[in-house]
Structures are given as C-alpha cells and as structure tokens.
C-alpha cells in the first residue's frame, strides 16, 4: 500500500525555519517527481515547490526562502523553510506522481495533476 507521511510541523514564530520531511512506504521515490503543497482555511490548495525529471519549480511566494529537496535512499522528500511569514500559515502537504507521466511545465505545481498525497502537517507562524 503507498503512503506518504509528513511531519516537521510546529508553531514558530515569524523570522524562523522549520523543516518538513515526507516518508513514503509501498514504493521509491526514485523516478517519481515530488512536491509540497499548502492550504490556508478557505483558501484553495496551493502548490509551493515540485523537483522531477531534473527540474525544480517553486511558487514565487517562497522563492529564496523555501528548498525542495529528496533523498531516494531514505524514501524521503523535505521542505526546508526559512524566514517564516504569518502568510505561510498553512496544513502542507506532500504528493508524488510518477515521472512516466507527462506534462508541462506550468503544471508542476497544480494539485490536481499529484495522485497520492500525505495527510498533512500543520505549520503555524504567528508571533
């Protein structure tokens, strides 16, 4: 059975760093493409940073201050997050999809293109 589990999140306050990591059992993550996403109460899921098939993606919102990144052999994808906004306030999740699956570029970070997905990790930036 394939199952991404994510953690790392917490309350911090603004300025800080936190880092996510999403554990997947039930399959590698080598030749998948990864991502993270976010979602704010009543705010649509928002994609924040894709790396796959030698490219990286990141939402404007977070670039330069959010890094994507994978380790194959630990089955392990994380989020590493500096210089927290309240903004970045969100449940984050992860989600995979395989890299024989084709698509462009400006859809690397849309939800709905990612068939398998973590429950979530609450991250909270208030001060």
């Known amino acids: 059975q394939e199952q991404l589990v994510e953690s790392g999140g917490g309350l911090v306050e603004p300025g800080e760093s936190l880092r996510l990591s999403c554990v997947v059992s039930?399959?590698?993550?080598?030749?998948?493409?990864i991502a993270w996403f976010r979602q704010a109460p009543g705010k649509e899921r928002e994609g924040v940073a894709s790396i796959g098939k030698g490219k990286t993606f990141y939402a404007e919102s977070v670039m330069g201050r959010f890094t994507i990144s994978r380790d194959n052999d630990k089955n392990t994808m994380y989020l590493a997050m500096d210089r927290l906004k309240p903004e970045d306030t969100a449940l984050y999740y992860c989600?995979?999809?395989?890299?024989?699956?084709?698509?462009?570029?400006?859809?690397?970070?849309?939800?709905?293109?990612?068939?398998?997905w973590g429950q979530g990790t609450q991250v909270t930036v208030s001060s």
């Open positions: 039930g399959f590698t993550l080598k030749g998948r493409t």
């Open positions: 989600a995979t999809i395989r890299d024989q699956v084709v698509f462009t570029d400006d859809l690397y970070l849309r939800p709905w293109v990612y068939p398998f």
